[in-house]
């Protein structure tokens, strides 16, 4: 009898313990965009019904999930607005979003899909293409007139947010863009742009904090990542880059009083044919910034022009120069375990200011090679030391 009243009061327990918790879960409402007007065509503008998706799931106050079935969906530029009631909002999609053919539709907007002052957003999967190449064509050829392009994918001043399995292609301008944001993680992303398509970073960090880029496969025109003034506590992991200019911290000291860059750590990366590898750059005039403490830690170079370099003499396309020294102070930046082969014989270039000296720079255990043979290194005002095995051989002042 005792037994058979444990075991029934045992089962009480468990039937109320779970109807408790059933009835205590929030739950998880579904905007599917088809449901609210999209068309998965590719040619019918389906913006009104990705704004009415959004509209529901910032309004509810119970997490959601907008969802994008397959098939490709237009969409001309957007703007994602928070404040929202709830902090969970998941963007799952299965589908293509793709820009107007049409250039000149978004190419003055600024941003194609923008998320501002959001909390807690979610984006998984899904390609998005920018179809960018006809603006790459008119500024190629030279065209004052053409737009300065769109950013495909852009939050800003938004917080907790994870970009996880998306692929951008063809953006007309910067791929993603994370600024004025905080904890932010982008993992397993693919960028594709042609590698001689202008202005097309990959992903573009500034006046950020917590960002984490890991798993990333970035191709493109420019660099493969942009690190900006005010990013503190970075960190890159596994990206293969290539085409492109490379893994760039700057470029900094283009403003008077601008933040600076601290805590930054790029490691396990591979560059394939780029035009640089591990880059600090920093315009020739007088400014507040600064860059310092950064890690750079095992990476692969396979013919890479620049595989290491610092330069604060940067300037594009050498016009309209400044000319000035550098008020960006570059210290405490280490190199660490990096291999392979440069396409120019100098793979080592350190031109740091002669007012603020890069300090601090520390070589570990770096082998590159120009042609089979042991590429050089030059060194402007840049004051560090080196240890293990350092080829070429250093040039910093001890």
């Given at each position: 009898?005792?037994?058979?009243?444990?075991?029934?009061?045992?089962?009480?327990?468990?039937?109320?313990?779970?109807?408790?918790?059933?009835?205590?879960?929030?739950?998880?409402?579904?905007?599917?965009?088809?449901?609210?007007?999209?068309?998965?065509?590719?040619?019918?503008?389906?913006?009104?019904?990705?704004?009415?998706?959004?509209?529901?799931?910032?309004?509810?106050?119970?997490?959601?999930?907008?969802?994008?079935?397959?098939?490709?969906?237009?969409?001309?530029?957007?703007?994602?607005?928070?404040?929202?009631?709830?902090?969970?909002?998941?963007?799952?999609?299965?589908?293509?979003?793709?820009?107007?053919?049409?250039?000149?539709?978004?190419?003055?907007?600024?941003?194609?899909?923008?998320?501002?002052?959001?909390?807690?957003?979610?984006?998984?999967?899904?390609?998005?293409?920018?179809?960018?190449?006809?603006?790459?064509?008119?500024?190629?050829?030279?065209?004052?007139?053409?737009?300065?392009?769109?950013?495909?994918?852009?939050?800003?001043?938004?917080?907790?947010?994870?970009?996880?399995?998306?692929?951008?292609?063809?953006?007309?301008?910067?791929?993603?863009?994370?600024?004025?944001?905080?904890?932010?993680?982008?993992?397993?992303?693919?960028?594709?742009?042609?590698?001689?398509?202008?202005?097309?970073?990959?992903?573009?960090?500034?006046?950020?904090?917590?960002?984490?880029?890991?798993?990333?496969?970035?191709?493109?025109?420019?660099?493969?990542?942009?690190?900006?003034?005010?990013?503190?506590?970075?960190?890159?992991?596994?990206?293969?880059?290539?085409?492109?200019?490379?893994?760039?911290?700057?470029?900094?000291?283009?403003?008077?009083?601008?933040?600076?860059?601290?805590?930054?750590?790029?490691?396990?990366?591979?560059?394939?044919?780029?035009?640089?590898?591990?880059?600090?750059?920093?315009?020739?005039?007088?400014?507040?910034?600064?860059?310092?403490?950064?890690?750079?830690?095992?990476?692969?170079?396979?013919?890479?022009?620049?595989?290491?370099?610092?330069?604060?003499?940067?300037?594009?396309?050498?016009?309209?120069?400044?000319?000035?020294?550098?008020?960006?102070?570059?210290?405490?930046?280490?190199?660490?375990?990096?291999?392979?082969?440069?396409?120019?014989?100098?793979?080592?270039?350190?031109?740091?200011?002669?007012?603020?000296?890069?300090?601090?720079?520390?070589?570990?255990?770096?082998?590159?090679?120009?042609?089979?043979?042991?590429?050089?290194?030059?060194?402007r005002n840049a004051d560090g030391s080196a240890s293990g095995f350092v080829e070429p051989n250093s040039c910093l002042?001890?």
């Open positions: 009898m005792a037994k058979s009243m444990s075991l029934h009061i045992l089962l009480v327990l468990i039937f109320s313990s779970l109807f408790f918790s059933s009835s205590l879960a929030i739950p998880v409402v579904t905007y599917n965009v088809i449901s609210l007007g999209a068309k998965s065509d590719g040619r019918s503008d389906s913006t009104k019904a990705f704004l009415a998706a959004w509209a529901k799931a910032c309004g509810s106050t119970a997490a959601s999930t907008i969802y994008v079935p397959p098939g490709r969906y237009l969409l001309h530029n957007v703007v994602f607005q928070g404040q929202c009631r709830n902090n969970e909002i998941t963007i799952r999609i299965d589908g293509t979003l793709v820009a107007p053919s049409d250039y000149r539709v978004i190419g003055d907007a600024g941003n194609w899909i923008l998320f501002e002052h959001v909390n807690g957003v979610y984006i998984y999967g899904g390609i998005l293409d920018g179809q960018g190449a006809g603006l790459w064509a008119c500024k190629r050829s030279g065209n004052n007139n053409c737009p300065s392009g769109a950013t495909t994918l852009s939050f800003s001043n938004s917080n907790n947010i994870l970009i996880n399995g998306l692929t951008s292609q063809n953006s007309q301008m910067f791929h993603v863009v994370i600024n004025g944001c905080h904890n932010v993680k982008v993992q397993g992303v693919r960028v594709s742009a042609s590698g001689n398509s202008p202005n097309t970073d990959g992903i573009h960090v500034q006046s950020s904090s917590d960002v984490t880029i890991l798993n990333a496969r970035i191709g493109t025109g420019d660099d493969c990542v942009l690190v900006g003034p005010g990013t503190t506590n970075l960190w890159i992991e596994n990206v293969a880059c290539g085409p492109g200019h490379g893994i760039s911290i700057g470029s900094l000291g283009k403003e008077m009083h601008e933040a600076g860059v601290q805590n930054v750590t790029v490691k396990t990366v591979t560059f394939t044919g780029t035009e640089n590898g591990l880059r600090i750059k920093s315009w020739g005039r007088p400014s507040t910034g600064f860059a310092r403490n950064i890690l750079f830690q095992h990476a692969l170079m396979k013919n890479v022009d620049n595989p290491i370099v610092i330069d604060q003499n940067y300037c594009p396309d050498n016009k309209n120069c400044p000319g000035k020294p550098s008020g960006v102070k570059i210290s405490d930046v280490t190199y660490q375990d990096i291999h392979g082969a440069s396409a120019t014989e100098i793979a080592v270039k350190f031109d740091c200011s002669p007012t603020y000296p890069c300090s601090g720079i520390n070589l570990e255990d770096v082998k590159l090679i120009y042609k089979n043979q042991p590429a050089e290194a030059s060194c002042k001890l």
